[in-house]
């Protein structure tokens, strides 16, 4: 299902629910109701501005329904995020599966993840006319594990041929950087539903190991999809769009409705991240073999994204 993304971005709002909507009233003089969402249209809530105030009934709807409800700091980075604890029928074993996995298993998916990144940021630089040789000839270098960091070299000399050899992926910083937070932020929020939907646990990973990092899985199964935000961000600073405002934002979550190319057709963002993550759950049951993963430099909507604004 491809649902919406909502985030409050405006200061002293209030929200509740009534009805299975989602109400959002202003707060401060005269209280007015600013809109209002079915709960059910909603992927994911987006908690970006100061003054916001949220009654328990919310957040516990939300939580039924599988709808991570995100904090957002400095710099619209990721501060926190809610996840129900019941995410699928079969989670315990899911998760029971998810933890006794083999490391040699562990190994294996991530190295399919490193693979398939390198493989879209290549087809990034091909769709912008940049050279995408640099990319492709890392994919073949990538081992089990990637004991070898195949995903930095590439990121080093992808990031040079995307936005030119002065820019430094920064997440503090503004500008460009500042709307790779937001683009990434919506993926992050995305990523994480399709990952408590399959029933698997966000903080165990493939990978990523951070102990401070309660999201690791997530951040491992975004890895693909990340390019799709980037040639986006291309896209809008071509036309001289630099900042976050509600433009770029509208822009940015319309991502994750873009189209990729699966083994079952024409998919949106949105809904590959659902099935890289059941995918995953049943490699981890024995299910299957492969993960499920978006085909090589298969976006269909490339063009638009480099070039205009959705």
């Known amino acids: 299902m491809v649902g919406r993304i909502v985030e409050i971005a405006d200061d002293r709002r209030r929200l509740s629910v009534f009805r299975g909507f989602l109400m959002v009233h202003t707060t401060g003089g005269t209280r007015q109701?600013?809109?209002?969402?079915?709960?059910?249209?909603?992927?994911?809530?987006?908690?970006?501005a100061h003054g916001i105030?949220?009654?328990?009934?919310?957040?516990?709807?939300l939580?039924?329904?599988?709808?991570?409800?995100?904090l957002c700091g400095a710099n619209h980075n990721v501060a926190g995020m809610l996840w129900p604890i019941d995410g699928h029928h079969v989670q315990a074993k899911r998760m029971e599966a998810q933890i006794a996995a083999s490391l040699?298993?562990?190994?294996?998916?991530?190295?399919?993840?490193?693979?398939a990144k390198l493989q879209q940021q290549a087809a990034v630089l091909e769709a912008c006319g940049a050279p995408d040789?640099?990319?492709?000839?890392?994919?073949?270098?990538?081992?089990?594990?990637?004991?070898?960091?195949?995903?930095?070299?590439?990121?080093?000399?992808?990031?040079?041929?995307?936005?030119?050899?002065?820019?430094?992926?920064?997440?503090?910083?503004?500008g460009v950087n500042a709307l790779l937070n937001y683009g990434y932020t919506i993926l992050r929020a995305t990523t994480a539903r399709?990952?408590?939907?399959?029933?698997?646990?966000?903080?165990?990973?493939?990978?990523?190991?951070?102990?401070?990092?309660a999201m690791r899985l997530v951040d491992d199964l975004m890895e693909p999809f990340r390019p799709m935000v980037d040639l986006k961000v291309r896209g809008l600073?071509?036309?001289?769009?630099f900042e976050v405002t509600p433009e770029t934002k509208k822009a940015l979550a319309l991502v994750m409705c873009a189209d990729m190319q699966t083994s079952a057709g024409a998919t949106p963002i949105m809904v590959c991240t659902q099935r890289l993550a059941v995918s995953l759950a049943q490699v981890f049951l024995g299910e299957r073999q492969e993960?499920?993963?978006p085909l090589p430099g298969s976006s269909l909507d490339m063009g638009a994204m480099a070039s205009e604004v959705v």
């Open 53 to 61: 105030s949220y009654t328990n009934n919310l957040l516990v709807d």
């Open 104 to 115: 040699p298993v562990q190994k294996r998916m991530w190295a399919s993840v490193v693979r």
């Open 194 to 213: 399709a990952v408590i939907a399959a029933g698997l646990h966000p903080s165990i990973g493939l990978h990523h190991s951070n102990d401070a990092n």
């Open 33 to 48: 109701l600013a809109g209002k969402v079915p709960l059910d249209d909603i992927t994911a809530l987006i908690a970006n």
């Open 133 to 174: 040789a640099p990319l492709n000839a890392l994919v073949r270098k990538v081992r089990s594990g990637d004991p070898d960091n195949i995903e930095a070299q590439g990121a080093r000399r992808y990031w040079g041929l995307l936005f030119g050899d002065g820019f430094k992926r920064d997440q503090k910083a503004d």
């Open 63 to 70: 939580a039924e329904r599988g709808c991570p409800f995100v």
């Open 237 to 241: 600073i071509r036309q001289g769009l």
């Open 291 to 293: 993960l499920d993963l």
